[in-house]
């Protein structure tokens, strides 16, 4: 069995709760009681990634107090339309959001532009490490994700106004130089409140996250003033083996029966995932260039034993992966090892990747937390990532997360890029944008991901390197032309000595 606790009894308290744990003055009876305490103005860190490992009940019992406002909520993004955080926006609770990401949110999206709240885009990883590191007493750190990005030079639009004209921006970051590399200067979170969403916790307080939800609600729940954990199943101390205790007791404050179920975002299916041949021969012209382009990018696995791939493009190229091949598939919301979706009737809302679909693990992957996840990101263990791109310049420049006027934030993009020295970075993209504008550019025009990290760039045309700051065809299709290459090309290029075709 895949869990060791499965077989154990597990006692289930809550709606029906009495008097089996008077010794647990943790325990509260009902979510209303638990959010006792919150004040107006207060920060909450909120778990979960998409709609996984969120605390539903905990959410829901705040959006029924409207006297409780002003709130800043810290969270990677912020759920969909009636479901998760977007209650507390929906019910102008939130003036201030801390989040990574807006994604598929149209509520969230249009309070930020019509000036409703304030939005302090910051990246993933970034975002983890401010709330681990200020649970860990240190107040500061240097990181290397958004060098030479708004993020450093605090051009991130804060609040607009009702004209969706920028009233207020980010501010700008202090840099130093260690190593011979810059890093920024980011101050560390302090939470108010936390609302951690637990699989099991013992009476205690003691916590056990299942699969991929345990994301930001390990280092949310160390972090706060008031943590307060909502749980599937609330066992005896005990109950849970002290070694796979995620988060500790002593971080605890309250503990109540989760009541809402859980969420999925989006549900996929072994049975929908088609053979790289079916995907090659199916499909209209638009879907079968995409095959293309990705089964060319998934020739970058070799040599690599671990590598994260973007949505959408990027991560089709893992359909073209070998039979048996052994690369481990990082997911940034906790996954080493991804494996396939479930087969219909095995989805489990607690195992999804950085998509947000349902998915399995592979036979020896890996469990995390959103902070160790970016800790492997940006400490260079990821051995290749591959990306989307709006555009990407001559000398490697990567701008693929907003453009202006339609931002949907970084997610993990800027930690993905931040040690190309020690992670290969492909970017893996249509040649031509819907308009048939050259994505590869001289300069970047849009928001940058990040400065001079690009090494490959694979679309259905051809493959660059970028060398000593040059951009270099390497590679032709055999359905292109170094002719057709220059022409849809917007920007200058060296034609390899060795150029090939693919
Ligand atoms: C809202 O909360 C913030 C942060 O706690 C505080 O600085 C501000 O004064 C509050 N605003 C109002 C209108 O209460
Ligand atoms: C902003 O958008 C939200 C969400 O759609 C809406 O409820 C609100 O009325 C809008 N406010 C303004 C000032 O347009
Ligand atoms: C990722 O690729 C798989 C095929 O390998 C596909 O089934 C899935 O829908 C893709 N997911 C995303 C988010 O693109």
């Given at each position: 069995?895949?869990?060791?606790?499965?077989?154990?009894?597990?006692?289930?308290?809550?709606?029906?709760?009495?008097?089996?744990?008077?010794?647990?003055?943790?325990?509260?009876?009902?979510?209303?009681?638990?959010?006792?305490?919150?004040?107006?103005?207060?920060?909450?860190?909120?778990?979960?990634?998409?709609?996984?490992?969120?605390?539903?009940?905990?959410?829901?019992?705040?959006?029924?107090?409207?006297?409780?406002?002003?709130?800043?909520?810290?969270?990677?993004?912020?759920?969909?339309?009636?479901?998760?955080?977007?209650?507390?926006?929906?019910?102008?609770?939130?003036?201030?959001?801390?989040?990574?990401?807006?994604?598929?949110?149209?509520?969230?999206?249009?309070?930020?532009?019509?000036?409703?709240?304030?939005?302090?885009?910051?990246?993933?990883?970034?975002?983890?490490?401010?709330?681990?590191?200020?649970?860990?007493?240190?107040?500061?750190?240097?990181?290397?994700?958004?060098?030479?990005?708004?993020?450093?030079?605090?051009?991130?639009?804060?609040?607009?106004?009702?004209?969706?004209?920028?009233?207020?921006?980010?501010?700008?970051?202090?840099?130093?130089?260690?190593?011979?590399?810059?890093?920024?200067?980011?101050?560390?979170?302090?939470?108010?409140?936390?609302?951690?969403?637990?699989?099991?916790?013992?009476?205690?307080?003691?916590?056990?996250?299942?699969?991929?939800?345990?994301?930001?609600?390990?280092?949310?729940?160390?972090?706060?003033?008031?943590?307060?954990?909502?749980?599937?199943?609330?066992?005896?101390?005990?109950?849970?083996?002290?070694?796979?205790?995620?988060?500790?007791?002593?971080?605890?404050?309250?503990?109540?029966?989760?009541?809402?179920?859980?969420?999925?975002?989006?549900?996929?299916?072994?049975?929908?995932?088609?053979?790289?041949?079916?995907?090659?021969?199916?499909?209209?012209?638009?879907?079968?260039?995409?095959?293309?382009?990705?089964?060319?990018?998934?020739?970058?696995?070799?040599?690599?034993?671990?590598?994260?791939?973007?949505?959408?493009?990027?991560?089709?190229?893992?359909?073209?992966?070998?039979?048996?091949?052994?690369?481990?598939?990082?997911?940034?919301?906790?996954?080493?090892?991804?494996?396939?979706?479930?087969?219909?009737?095995?989805?489990?809302?607690?195992?999804?990747?950085?998509?947000?679909?349902?998915?399995?693990?592979?036979?020896?992957?890996?469990?995390?937390?959103?902070?160790?996840?970016?800790?492997?990101?940006?400490?260079?263990?990821?051995?290749?990532?591959?990306l989307?791109a709006?555009?990407v310049?001559?000398?490697?420049?990567l701008?693929?997360?907003?453009?202006?006027?339609?931002?949907?934030?970084?997610?993990?993009?800027?930690?993905?890029?931040?040690?190309?020295?020690?992670?290969?970075?492909v970017v893996v993209t249509?040649?031509?944008?819907?308009?048939?504008?050259?994505?590869?550019?001289?300069?970047?025009?849009?928001?940058?991901?990040?400065?001079?990290?690009i090494?490959?760039i694979i679309?259905?045309?051809?493959?660059?390197?970028?060398?000593?700051?040059?951009?270099?065809?390497?590679?032709?299709?055999?359905?292109?032309?170094?002719?057709?290459?220059?022409?849809?090309?917007?920007?200058?290029?060296?034609?390899?000595?060795?150029?090939?075709?693919?």
């Open positions: 069995m895949m869990f060791k606790f499965a077989a154990r009894t597990t006692v289930r308290i809550g709606i029906r709760f009495s008097s089996t744990y008077p010794s647990s003055s943790k325990i509260v009876k009902s979510a209303d009681e638990a959010i006792n305490g919150i004040k107006s103005g207060d920060m909450i860190l909120s778990g979960g990634f998409g709609l996984s490992g969120v605390s539903e009940t905990l959410i829901d019992a705040l959006s029924k107090r409207p006297d409780i406002k002003n709130l800043t909520a810290v969270s990677n993004n912020a759920g969909l339309e009636g479901k998760g955080l977007s209650k507390l926006l929906e019910s102008g609770q939130v003036t201030k959001m801390i989040a990574s990401y807006i994604g598929m949110n149209k509520k969230f999206e249009q309070l930020y532009l019509n000036g409703s709240i304030d939005l302090e885009l910051t990246p993933q990883g970034t975002i983890i490490e401010k709330v681990r590191s200020g649970a860990a007493g240190i107040p500061a750190f240097y990181t290397p994700t958004g060098v030479g990005t708004w993020v450093q030079e605090g051009k991130l639009p804060v609040r607009y106004d009702s004209n969706g004209k920028v009233l207020k921006t980010s501010k700008p970051k202090e840099s130093r130089r260690f190593n011979g590399r810059d890093f920024l200067l980011e101050e560390s979170i302090y939470g108010d409140v936390a609302f951690v969403k637990a699989f099991k916790v013992d009476t205690l307080g003691n916590c056990w996250f299942r699969g991929s939800s345990r994301n930001f609600n390990q280092a949310f729940g160390k972090n706060a003033k008031l943590t307060i954990v909502e749980a599937e199943n609330i066992v005896e101390p005990g109950e849970i083996e002290p070694e796979n205790v995620h988060l500790q007791s002593i971080f605890v404050d309250k503990i109540v029966q989760s009541i809402k179920p859980k969420q999925f975002e989006v549900i996929k299916f072994a049975e929908d995932q088609k053979s790289p041949e079916e995907l090659l021969e199916s499909g209209n012209e638009k879907e079968i260039k995409r095959y293309k382009i990705a089964k060319r990018a998934s020739q970058e696995f070799e040599g690599h034993n671990s590598a994260n791939l973007g949505v959408g493009l990027p991560n089709l190229s893992a359909a073209f992966l070998p039979e048996g091949s052994n690369v481990l598939l990082e997911s940034e919301n906790g996954i080493l090892g991804m494996g396939q979706h479930p087969k219909k009737g095995k989805e489990d809302a607690d195992y999804v990747n950085s998509g947000k679909e349902t998915v399995t693990l592979v036979k020896g992957a890996s469990l995390f937390g959103s902070e160790d996840s970016f800790g492997m990101i940006r400490g260079g263990n990821i051995g290749l990532t591959m989307g709006f555009q310049s001559a000398n490697g420049d701008a693929n997360w907003g453009i202006p006027g339609k931002i949907k934030g970084m997610g993990g993009a800027m930690d993905l890029v931040s040690n190309p020295k020690a992670t290969k970075v249509e040649h031509t944008n819907k308009k048939g504008v050259s994505k590869i550019v001289e300069n970047c025009e849009f928001p940058l991901t990040g400065e001079k990290v090494n490959t679309t259905e045309l051809a493959v660059f390197i970028i060398k000593d700051g040059k951009l270099v065809l390497t590679e032709i299709s055999t359905e292109s032309s170094l002719e057709e290459v220059q022409k849809k090309t917007n920007a200058k290029f060296i034609v390899s000595d060795d150029l090939k075709e693919f």
